[in-house]
């Protein structure tokens, strides 16, 4: 049986904006353009107390109470912010989801299915978390119930409070038909019918009531009783493993928090341990006081349970975000959760381990890519291509590829120990025009060039090309008389031109032994007069 | 009486201080080199070696001499190199590239480059390095003096490099140069390439004209005309002029032996 616990906070919109900007002055409403008027949307409980209600037109508000607050509505900015309030709330349930049957805002529901021992009963749960939000400034009232529809129910429509499995039709019965979560048009018809009542409708027949209201009636009848499951959808990732710890009195200092990420660590790493498991990515979740969550996640490039490493990732990760790391008015709740889960074998340390270089070397690149960014710790990986740059890519060492790299396509062939990202261009004179280079100019500087060997040419890759494929409008059809056009039919595009594209390159040496890979790009007599770069250094 | 007698206590607790800071990496490091007259030294792992070069253009020289002893510390046990670059040099001096290694004889597997923001960083990830057992040495190239690399920081690489056995070999460019704790100081320019045989006119085997500057190991010689093949760094005697002896390229990996018959040894 699964329990479900409602959170409803009626005001939350006026509630938030008041604890946002302590500036804004009780009575305080906000409006929208409803139907071409302006009309109130939210209204707090002091405007409520003195006559106003959802739905007044602005101008009516106004000359009631003079020294209303009133502002236009933002939903998005409420959305996005009920949204990040509800993520908080996973410090009680990891499962938390928005409830947006009704409005974008204000309900909230969590599946605490095996938590509420963690608080102390259900009762002790409802309490602490209510009370918590009511310390917040928030109006809200809640409900735990076995269906998601009657916790809804109850939190809306009755007083707070723990329905058990064995009173929830009792409970439901006495409840008015809207608690149904229904549209105002079946509300109203049924209040037409005098089905006031969820226990006048549960008796009623189901065929006429279909086929009056449709099946939506029955269905959210059916999901508050419990006979057809409803499902909620988490906003926060699943993750099966977790461990966590909450502390009496909030912490903030980043050390504090690394030690704690320490012991969780253990625990999990013992857990994980036990099932011959090892984690990819771990996810630290720090929840402030005040409703915020951080989350920092580390990935490791073979799957891992070692708690020291695990630290580590985490400590150099928090040494990157040291400006932005704000515990606000401290943190009472630290979560550390992981993913992308793999199988590994329990090893056993000590005396007759066998050192492999390999892991420790993975190792080494999760702490460094950890600290440095995962982009700036790189290995070589081959591709098949004969163009230079092309022809090896840097690649995170994180990544872990199972395909097999390319064979390198150059092999045999000599190449510079160093490449430029960006070849520069360098002026080289030379005898004759196809002759090998003489003396060549770059960065200003002149070199004498007594040694050169080459060309070397590499065509284009004129598949990589494409300008052949553009398609084109077909001929029109020839005119009767007139000679058909030859077929096929050649679009009249810019061929692909293979000489303005082609490199030759040479290995020159100058008089002081340096050795440059420099390459013409074009051809003597092309359309484009040829230019020359430096593109590498031999050793 | 009393006085002399803690004065001479004195100097005694001076004296072993002084050996416990200086001496170890020192012994150590000396016996790290083998030294054959004539010959360039072999050297093995867990020092720390500048190698100045007068300008960034002979950038490929100087990575080349740093590989080619590195080459040598890589085993099964310590398959990795790392390769330390500030990532605003690499135009100026040029990232190292996959089948150019493969052509000069070095695994590019085993090479893992590092882009870093500043040289703080570098000396983070370069002692991050030496803390890992399965890197057998660390390249960091180095293209403009800092202020961050003093005396301190070097003294801390030595000594780390020492205890992990790993060499930290830090390219630099210019002809300044600063009080560093280094075990050696190379000053390694390029050199006219080696004839090719059958074509005079192309740039033949690698030559470099090493020269020790700093580093009271080797008292026999301390400049060397050097090249690399498939035997390692070796030197090479002016009279003969380098031409006589032509070993091959050398090659990236270790490659099983072929039996007369053509077949691989191993498999």
Known sequence: ?539 | MGSTDRQQRLAALRDTIADIERRPALQEARSRVELTPGDFPALGGGLLQEIFTDERRNAGAALGFALAQARGLIGAARPGVIFLQLAGESQKLGLPYGPGLLSFGFDPAALILVRVEDVKELLWAAEQALGCRAVAAVVADIGAPSKVLDFTASRRLSLRAAEAGTSVFLIRYGTGREASAAHLRWRLQPAPSARKPYDDKAPGPVRWQAELERGVLIKQSAEWLLGWSKDGLAAISPERGGTQRFADAAVPRAVPAQLGDGLPQTA
């Not at chain 1, 990732?313 to 008015?329: I, N, V, W």
């Open chain 1, 1 to 539: 049986m699964r329990r479900f616990l409602v959170l409803f906070l009626p005001n939350w919109a006026t509630d938030y904006l008041k604890r946002r900007d302590y500036q804004l002055r009780a009575p305080l409403a906000l409006y929208e353009r409803i139907r071409g008027g302006l009309r109130l949307a939210a209204v707090d409980s002091e405007g409520q107390r003195r006559g106003l209600h959802v739905g007044q037109t602005l101008a009516d508000a106004k000359a009631l109470l003079p020294e209303l607050t009133a502002m236009e509505m933002d939903r998005p900015l409420l959305e996005a912010a009920f949204a990040e309030f509800a993520d908080w709330h996973s410090n009680a349930s990891p499962l938390v989801s928005v409830m947006t049957d009704v409005s974008g805002f204000g309900d909230l529901v969590l599946d605490i299915t095996g938590v509420a021992h963690l608080f102390g009963g259900e009762r002790a749960m409802l309490r602490m978390l209510l009370t918590r939000l009511r310390d917040l400034g928030y109006t809200v009232a809640g409900a735990i119930a076995p269906t998601i529809g009657a916790a809804w129910a109850v939190s809306h429509y009755a007083r707070s409070q723990v329905v058990e499995a064995a009173d929830m039709q009792t409970v439901l019965d006495a409840l008015p038909v809207a608690a149904l979560r229904l549209d105002p048009f079946q509300t109203g018809t049924l209040a037409q019918m005098g089905l006031k009542t969820i226990g006048q409708l549960r008796g009623r027949e189901r065929k006429p009531l279909s086929a009056r209201f449709g099946a939506s009636l029955l269905l959210r009848l059916d999901q508050a009783l419990g006979h057809v499951e409803e499902r909620m959808t988490p906003r926060l990732p699943v993750a099966e493993r977790y461990a966590e710890r909450r502390f009496a009195d909030p912490i903030a200092l980043m050390d504090d928090v690394l030690m704690t990420t320490h012991d969780l660590a253990i625990q999990l790493g013992i857990r994980l341990e036990a099932e011959g498991l090892g984690a990819q990515s771990f996810h630290l979740f720090l929840y402030r006081v005040d409703h915020k969550v951080m989350s920092l996640s580390v990935n490791s490039a073979r799957p891992t349970r070692d708690p020291e490493h695990i630290t580590q990732l985490f400590a150099h990760r928090a040494e990157r975000l040291s400006g932005e790391y704000d515990a606000g008015f401290g943190i009472d709740m630290i979560r550390l959760a992981v993913s992308s889960v793999g199988e590994l074998d329990a090893v056993q340390f000590g005396a007759f381990q066998v050192e492999s270089g390999a892991e420790d070397l993975d190792q080494l690149n999760d702490r460094m890519s950890s600290r440095l960014g995962a982009l700036a710790v790189l290995r070589t990986e081959f591709v098949a291509s004969h163009i230079p740059e092309r022809a090896a890519r840097l690649k995170p060492a994180l990544v872990v590829s199972n395909e097999r790299p390319a064979e390198n396509a150059t092999s045999g062939t000599l190449r510079p120990l160093r490449l430029l990202p960006a070849p520069e261009v360098v002026a080289i004179a030379a005898e004759v025009p196809d002759g090998l280079p003489a003396a060549m100019t770059w960065r200003r500087e002149r070199y004498r060039l007594v040694k050169a060997a080459g060309p070397e040419r590499l065509g284009a890759e004129w598949w990589r090309s494409g300008r052949r494929l553009e398609l084109v409008a077909p001929p029109p059809p020839p005119k009767p008389g007139e000679p058909e056009e030859d077929r096929p039919y050649l679009p009249q595009i810019d061929r692909f031109d293979p000489e303005a594209e082609t490199r030759d390159y040479y290995v020159v040496e100058d008089d002081a032994g340096r050795r440059f890979w420099v390459f013409r790009l074009g051809l003597y007599g092309g359309p484009v007069p040829p230019v020359w770069y430096l593109h590498g250094f031999f050793p």
